[in-house]
């Protein structure tokens, strides 16, 4: 009896004593949203700048891609249909969706940045609503995990020079550097608290690997061995196409922004198609296609390719990898000092705090304008304490300008950090005359007293059509 008590018991508390000794998995992040390359861009046909990389990168090196939309495009042209505002907005985001699942990508966020058409950045960050908008994209990075982020580049050159465009490149470079974090946002890594607690989110501080950009500049050849360079020419080997032929057919859904030449290449045969791709003043997409390098948590080179090597091991140090160049923001022991302001006084300042001094950046400061347009030249004036307060502003332009503002003397007042607006009326020009004129170069200069205090130069190209400054 006393045995079989013993058995009885035994037998009873075995299951117990197993379970006990049996772990207990946590949850671990969610899978379905791990991506290789997170590309963060503006607006709902943005991705179109980086597709026939994102075709090598999805069929060929089977690399998960997820795509961020900081805008929904609602302030854009439609040359498809009627609809326009918010309910344009609410058609971009379909076209940008069906676009990215042409090539497989269904793993598609968009923040609340409003589409901001201007040429200057700042302009953009301040009607996205900058940090909110920030930190839904360091949440997104912490729920991807990518090894490396795509984005537009932070940097102003004469094309479309897109201030949202840039801004996307801004957020990007931010939420690269904040994702690994666990201070920036904390209460997206904080455990939940209770069941169904609504605030703490339970991700892992996440630091992506690299970060590349491409720019909307007319001249791309500028960019050459700035960061790697892939063929859109080269034939796929599991599509059996060139990469930018299946680009070509992911742009197909944008109709509202370019219907025309989306039939026109529609209607072309494989033949004329790639006849007019191979002509460089219709093609889409350069040859080859430059990805510029902005900085690695990782030993790399520029030029060296994005995959395999995101997997190296970190260096001693861990530091970010970027690539060499000087810094940018003067120390400059001048009581006062006149410098040309935003953006691209932000622009200094951002390169040196993020560690993109490589950045390639226009040797003298240049933007587009339409012809017979007001152009404004922002200044920052920056005095230190006990100097000399009345300054003299002089603008040298060429024939035709006119000065609206912003020249003579002035009284500062007794703080640090002062901002002057120059403004002058551009000329108005032949259309005929237009096309090949050289850029018309701005020159603000400043003194007080009989020194001088510096100047700023602006090179600005005169176009029929250009987005407003």
């Given amino acids: 009896m006393r045995r079989f008590a013993t058995y009885f018991l035994f037998y009873l508390f075995l299951p117990i004593c197993t379970a006990a000794q049996d772990a207990k998995p946590l949850p671990a992040p969610d899978e379905r949203y791990k991506a290789d390359i997170l590309l963060v861009v503006a607006h709902p046909d943005d991705e179109g700048a980086a597709t026939p990389y994102l075709a090598r990168a999805i069929y060929d090196e089977h690399k998960r891609v997820a795509v ?79 090894e490396v982020i795509l984005s537009w580049l932070p940097s102003i050159f004469i094309g479309e020079n897109h201030g949202d465009h840039q801004a996307s490149g801004v957020l990007a470079t931010e939420a690269f550097d904040s994702a690994g974090d666990p201070v920036a946002f904390p209460a997206q890594v904080a455990g939940a608290s209770k069941r169904l607690e609504p605030y703490l989110e339970n991700l892992t501080p996440w630091q992506p690997k690299k970060i590349y950009f491409f720019s909307d500049a007319s001249d791309e050849k500028q960019f050459a061995g700035k960061g790697p360079a892939y063929s859109v020419k080269e034939i796929s080997p599991s599509q059996k196409k060139p990469y930018w032929r299946l680009a070509l057919e992911a742009a197909k859904p944008h109709l509202t922004q370019f219907p025309g030449e989306i039939h026109r290449l529609s209607d ?82 951002f390169r040196h705090a993020h560690k993109l001094t490589n950045l390639p950046v226009a040797p003298i400061p240049e933007i587009a304008i339409k012809d017979g347009s007001i152009v404004g030249i922002p200044l920052v004036i920056t005095r230190k304490p006990g100097a000399a307060r009345e300054i003299t502003v002089k603008v ?72 407003p400054q």
């Fill in 268 to 349: 072309l045969n494989e033949e004329q198609l790639e006849k007019l791709m191979s002509d460089p003043d219709h093609s889409w997409w350069s040859e080859p296609m430059t990805l510029i390098f902005g900085k690695a948590t990782v030993p790399t080179q520029p030029t060296d390719p994005i995959f395999p090597d995101v997997e190296q091991r970190k260096g001693p140090s861990g530091s970010v990898t970027a690539g060499g160049g000087s810094g940018v923001v003067s120390d400059s022991t001048q009581p006062v000092i006149l410098e040309l302001g935003d953006p691209w006084h932000f622009y200094g300042a």
């Fill in 68 to 146: 961020v939309f900081t805008t929904r495009g609602g302030s854009g042209g439609n040359d498809y249909s009627r609809e326009h505002g918010p309910a344009l907005a609410d058609i971009r985001e379909q076209e940008g969706r069906r676009a990215c699942a042409t090539m497989g990508i269904t793993n598609v966020w968009f923040l609340d940045g409003k589409d901001t058409a201007s040429q200057n950045v700042l302009n953009s960050l301040a009607n996205w609503g900058h940090g909110a908008n920030l930190e839904a994209l360091v949440r997104i990075v912490r729920l991807t995990r990518p």
């Fill in 396 to 467: 040298t332009a060429p024939s035709g300008w006119k000065v609206l503002s912003g020249e003579g003397k002035f009284l500062l007042p007794d703080v640090e950090m002062n901002y002057l607006r120059v403004e002058l009326q551009a000329p108005q020009i032949a259309d005929n005359e237009l096309k090949g004129r050289q850029p018309d170069p701005i020159v603000v200069s400043g003194t007080a007293g009989d020194k001088s205090i510096g100047q700023a130069e602006l090179r600005v190209f005169l176009r029929s059509s250009a987005l």
